[in-house]
Structure formats: C-alpha cells, structure tokens
C-alpha cells in the first residue's frame, strides 16, 4: 500500500520566518509527487515534481524532489499570514497515474 | 471561467435517508474525482471517470455508495442509506486526461448524518 508521510503535522511561525515542509513516500512504480494548499476550503494545485533535483519555484514557494532517498521539501521564503494553510502532499503510480494518495499534511500557522 | 462547481455547499440528513451530491467540471475538462476528507482519515480518492466512464471505484467505501456521470458536464455521488460515519466533507475535482495530476477542487460538500 502506498504511503505518504508529512512532518511536520503543525509549524507556527511569525511573519517573515522561512518554512521548509517535508514529504516522504512509499509507493511501487512512483510516477509524480505533488504539493496541494488547502485553505478554509478545496486545495489549490502548487507543484508536480516528476524528476529528482529540479526545483521548481512560484513566487516565495518552492519544491524539489528527491527520488533516491524518497523525499520532496517544500520552502516557504519570507512567510506572510496569507500563507496559513495546511500543505498537502500526494503521490501518483505509473500503473494509476490519476489516483493520487495524500498525506496527512501540514499545519501551518503564520503569525503576524 | 468558473471552476467546479458542487451542490448543496452543506446537507445535513438523518441516518437512512438517501443523500445526493452533485458536480460539474470545468469546461473542457475530462477527468472527474470524487474525495473525501475527515479528520480521521484524510483525503481519500472515492471513484474517478475518465471521458464520462468510471475507471476505478475501489476507494468507493461500501455499496451504499455510487457515483454516475451521465455527461461531461454532470456528476453525482449518492449514498443510500446514509450512516453518520459517513459525515465528512466531500470533494469533486477536475482535470484534463492528459494531465490528470493536475487537479482542480471544488469547493466541497459539508455532509453531517445525525
């Protein structure tokens, strides 16, 4: 069964602070990891990382993915309130590439 | 361009009555997932179509619950009888089939079974 373990499962920082999420995974036949922030509502797409060692950036947010020791980090550079929300990741199989199975995600709380 | 749209926003039923929500996908998108969400258990796939036909039910909890896409534009997921443990919030999402990581959530469903 494919697994999915995020830490960790809260973070309170202050405005400015840098966070970096982490996500790591068992899943057979590994085809994609994607980063997901859900608000008070549906989660927004972030990232997918298909490739080990490309970064891939939006703004103050970025991922890389380590497929050798079966990670992926998420950063947050100069955090602002707006970026309180839980971060999820989730993996997808080659052999079921739409299913994608979630970890428990991150709490993030950013204080002003 | 609106995104997926669900309804009801929130139901509230008692035990064994018949509940149905209800999706329509982005335009244009062929791709469509049900979730749902609690606190126990997280984000979990239900069912998905792919160009209006289910390709994979197993995360479909038990038979009182189906899901049927008539169209490309509609989709609805019922359960019948409905249980408590069945209270969560329940997610439709969308996607292109050609990139079906990618996808897009509804706003949800608040579904509480007393």
């Known amino acids: 069964e494919d697994k999915v373990v995020q830490s960790p499962l809260s973070l309170v920082v202050h405005e400015g602070d840098t966070v970096t999420l982490n996500c790591s995974y068992e899943?057979?036949?590994?085809?994609?990891l994607l980063w997901y922030k859900q608000e008070k509502k549906a989660p927004t797409f972030l990232f997918m990382l298909t490739s080990s060692g490309i970064e891939k950036k939006s703004g103050r947010l970025s991922s890389i993915l380590d497929k050798k020791e079966l990670f992926s980090i998420l950063n947050i550079t100069a955090t602002q309130t707006g970026d309180s929300a839980v971060y999820l990741c989730?993996?997808?199989?080659?052999?079921?590439?739409?299913?994608?199975?979630f970890g428990e995600g991150t709490q993030l709380t950013v204080n002003p | 361009d609106a995104g997926v749209i669900q309804s009801p926003r929130h139901e509230v039923t008692e035990m064994g009555q018949e509940v149905t929500l209800r999706c329509k996908p982005i335009?244009?998108?062929?791709?469509l997932f049900w979730y749902r969400q609690t606190m126990m258990r997280g984000l979990e796939l239900l069912i998905y179509?792919?160009?209006?036909?289910?390709?994979?039910d197993s995360g479909m909890p038990e038979d009182r619950f189906s899901a049927k896409m008539p169209n490309a534009s509609f989709s609805t997921l019922k359960i019948q009888p409905s249980e408590p443990r069945d209270s969560a919030v329940y997610f439709c999402?969308?996607?292109?089939?050609?990139?079906?990581?990618?996808?897009?959530f509804g706003p949800g469903t608040r579904l509480l079974v007393l």
């Open positions: 989730a993996v997808t199989r080659e052999t079921s590439g739409s299913r994608l199975t």
């Open positions: 899943v057979t036949n590994f085809r994609s």
């Open positions: 999402a969308s996607s292109f089939r050609q990139v079906q990581e990618t996808q897009y």
């Open positions: 335009s244009g998108h062929n791709s």
């Open positions: 179509f792919n160009n209006n036909v289910p390709i994979d």
